[in-house]
């Protein structure tokens, strides 16, 4: 039982350069989450899922999109990369919310880095 | 709108002595509260959380918490602090639909020996 993982663990990209971020998570979850970590800010929402098939948009969606085509997997994607999406970025997931186990689990994170 | 207001980016504690994080929330409805520590290069652990029932809630590495509806407060401590308590942590506030989290910006402890 891995929980959630995330790869790749870090990336240097130049800008406006394309990547995407793959979470995959093993705990049958339903919901799944993108966040962004800067120092002195915590983390913020940029996107979520609530099912497969279904993403909705966080605090800071702008720059970023998602894809949830299989339940276990949320992909965060970056069309063109900026210097200010440098950050690192976590993946989550958490089960239904009428669940008692309604805690966020997390992945290790992303270390992305935009030249 | 839930919010999370962490008082104190910075907190230091001398090895022994009591650990105090603050957490005040904002909720329009009954809240789900949850502490997070995260260690250096790793995600988020959950400590504890309060969902309903007990107010005082018990985590792990003898973490606990107080749920306080009058004070809308949510105050971690630990009566003795270990050098391995040394991390960021995070207070979190559930959604009004239940999906989604708030976080606070976050308190790193430092244990001085």
């Known amino acids: 039982n891995a929980g959630v993982t995330q790869t790749p663990k870090f990336r240097v990209l130049k800008t406006g350069q394309s990547m995407t971020l793959l979470c995959a998570q093993d705990?049958?979850?339903?919901?799944m989450y993108w966040y962004r970590q800067d120092p002195g800010m915590g983390l913020r929402l940029i996107h979520y899922?609530?099912?497969?098939?279904?993403?909705a948009k966080g605090e800071v969606p702008d720059g970023y999109n998602v894809s949830r085509l299989k339940k276990q997997n949320f992909l965060l994607g970056l069309e063109s990369a900026a210097p200010s999406q440098t950050s690192v970025y976590f993946c989550?997931?958490?089960?239904?919310?009428?669940?008692?186990?309604?805690?966020?689990?997390f992945g290790p994170g992303t270390r992305l880095t935009v030249l | 709108a839930q919010s999370v207001t962490q008082l104190g980016s910075h907190v230091s504690v001398s090895e022994g002595a009591l650990v105090l994080l603050r957490c005040n929330y904002s909720?329009?409805?009954?809240?789900?509260l949850f502490w997070y520590v995260q260690y250096p290069n790793q995600g988020l652990q959950l400590l504890l959380k309060?969902?309903?029932?007990?107010?005082l809630v018990k985590g792990i590495n003898g973490f606990e918490a107080e749920f306080k509806k009058s004070e809308t407060s949510f105050h971690l401590t630990k009566p003795s602090a270990h050098m391995s308590d040394a991390a960021e942590y995070f207070c979190a506030v559930s959604g009004d639909t239940g999906n989604q989290f708030y976080f606070g910006t976050g308190t790193s402890l430092t244990v001085i020996p």
């Open positions: 909720s329009s409805v009954p809240p789900y």
């Open positions: 309060y969902t309903t029932g007990a107010t």
């Open positions: 705990m049958n979850h339903e919901y």
């Open positions: 989550a997931s958490s089960a239904l919310w009428d669940s008692s186990y309604n805690e966020q689990f």
């Open positions: 899922s609530v099912g497969e098939g279904t993403t």
